[in-house]
């Protein structure tokens, strides 16, 4: 396994995934519950700033390796699921969006790993649409984390479901994208079986 500083980033960024969750299961009067979101919204956005930062550094230095393509994606995965989830918990997040967030991110990784077996990835690789679901995603989920009124005239709290909801389209319209792309092979691979 290679170690840089791409993959010690991804790495911190699995690491601050229990902090964004934890701080709200913290024992009473700890922290406020206006300093939990907070404090949960800051530790999200260092994270996220991580996985644009780990895939820039790995590009420029040339430091690409296939742990860290693996590892990035999981990395992405596991801070989005568990943001969703303590969203959920809280009932700042509809439980049918966070499912199908976290359903297709499943179907289109397994997908994605089945086609690269097959050596045709680059069938499914990230197109703009996911990039547009990704950048509503991380939007959504740090201004609901956070769910409150900024600078007195931004509620987090609307911006924040009307995001989500945008992301939840988003994600159907790109995992049948990416489906679409991946059917031809599908289905040739599916005639073999018979």
Do not use: H
Not at 47 to 75: C, E, H, K
Not at 107 to 130: F, H, P
């Amino acid at each position: 396994m290679p170690f840089n500083i791409p993959i010690l980033l991804t790495w911190l960024r699995v690491a601050l995934i229990p902090l964004v969750v934890g701080v709200f299961y913290l024992p009473p009067g700890w922290l406020p519950l206006e300093d939990r979101n907070l404090a949960a919204t800051l530790v999200f956005i260092v994270a996220a700033i991580t996985d644009w930062f780990d895939g820039f550094l790995a590009r420029r230095w040339n430091q690409t390796s296939a742990f860290g393509a693996f590892l990035d994606p999981v990395a992405d995965k596991l801070m989005v699921a568990g943001a969703l989830l303590v969203l959920v918990q809280l009932d700042r997040c509809n439980a049918i969006l966070a499912f199908i967030i976290i359903g297709r991110e499943i179907t289109i990784s397994a997908l994605r790993e089945w086609m690269a077996q097959l050596g045709a990835s680059k069938s499914v690789a990230v197109n703009s649409i996911g990039k547009i679901k990704t950048a509503a995603q991380m939007t959504a989920i740090p201004a609901l984390l956070y769910y409150d009124v900024v600078l007195g005239a931004i509620d987090t709290r609307y911006w924040g479901e009307k995001l989500l909801w945008l992301a939840s389209v988003l994600t159907v319209w790109s995992m049948l994208y990416y489906l679409k792309k991946a059917w031809p092979l599908i289905k040739e691979k599916a005639g073999t079986l018979n």
